[in-house]
């Protein structure tokens, strides 16, 4: 596979733009993904989860005394009552953005991944489908990483595939089945020559975490969860990744790069959350060709680096630059 990737970016401007989401990092970095196409830094407006009289001594999420924003991202339900209320108070100047299929109607642009979208939203102009979820990494933010990165994984020069694994979600369970499917990916892929780095996500459980630390040699290394989150490097150096079937996130992510993303196979649990996970990785690898299940083997293919983030900055830019 090339680095050749593009790396140009777009200059972000100084549109205002506020972020406002539920305080978990799966839907705020979606928002922030997006608002950083127009803002550095965007305005977080976390939504708080507290009920009763403690949410009566909460600060408020915004004042209209604040400068308005021109566009407001949310994701998750929560935010959605919020997001209109913003919407109303500023006189309904500021153009709202969903990253999810909304409970409450009132968004100017709403944008579903393709495994939710249903063909009603066929007839919504303003809906518009998505390849999984948008996020913060593009190869313009690893690249800089890329060298010192492999020096330090891989000093011998050899290929690195970085495995990403994450936690049992009620369509897949992480249990000793699971556990032994993903160390034996691992130690095939170190028969073959390549050096493995793995990093657990926050879902992770400690089962989990114990189970793949005995995994720890001279050509593997676990994130250890107590040293600094290593993932940024590991995706910069990997030649390759293989990732666990959990995760809607991680695979758009490691698409970014343009490497060879092989997706793992876990434990199922039957019901329409397995239905929605299956649909995902069907339409990744059966209609778009992006990913391929992992078979015990890691061959180089080719495919479009997935830029979803920007190419939803884009549809947003055409509407707020209309008359």
Not at 18 to 30: D, N, P
Not at 124 to 150: C, S
Not at 172 to 182: E, F, K, L, P, S
């Amino acid at each position: 596979m090339q680095d050749n990737h593009d790396e140009t970016v777009n200059t972000p401007s100084t549109t205002c733009v506020w972020a406002v989401a539920e305080s978990k990092a799966g839907t705020l970095t979606q928002c922030l993904g997006v608002g950083k196409e127009f803002h550095r830094e965007p305005v977080v407006k976390l939504i708080s989860r507290t009920r009763g009289l403690r949410k009566l001594f909460e600060p408020r999420l915004f004042r209209k005394r604040e400068p308005r924003p021109e566009l407001v991202i949310s994701c998750g339900f929560r935010a959605e009552p919020a997001v209109l209320d913003i919407k109303a108070a500023y006189g309904g100047k500021p153009l709202t953005v969903h990253l999810q299929r909304p409970r409450i109607e009132g968004y100017d642009l709403v944008f579903v991944s393709r495994h939710d979208w249903v063909e009603e939203l066929d007839r919504r102009p303003n809906f518009h489908p998505m390849v999984g979820v948008p996020h913060q990494i593009t190869w313009a933010r690893l690249a800089p990483l890329r060298d010192a990165a492999r020096r330090r994984l891989s000093p011998d020069g050899r290929p690195i595939v970085a495995v990403f694994v994450g936690g049992s979600n009620g369509a897949y369970v992480y249990d000793d089945r699971t556990h032994q499917n993903i160390k034996g990916a691992i130690e095939q892929l170190e028969k073959q020559g390549w050096r493995i780095v793995v990093s657990v996500s926050r879902r992770s459980e400690d089962h989990t975490q114990q189970a793949l630390s005995t995994l720890n040699s001279e050509s593997i290394a676990v994130w250890d969860r107590r040293s600094e989150n290593p993932y940024l490097d590991y995706m910069a150096a990997a030649d390759a990744f293989v990732v666990a079937k959990d995760s809607i996130t991680m695979p758009c992510e490691a698409l970014a790069t343009g490497k060879p993303v092989y997706i793992l196979d876990l434990t199922p649990v039957e019901g329409p959350r397995l239905d929605k996970f299956e649909r995902y990785h069907r339409d990744l690898h059966e209609t778009l060709q992006l990913t391929r299940p992992f078979e015990g083997k890691i061959e180089p293919y080719s495919y479009e680096p997935l830029d979803e983030t920007r190419r939803i900055a884009s549809v947003i830019r055409s509407q707020l630059n209309r008359p």
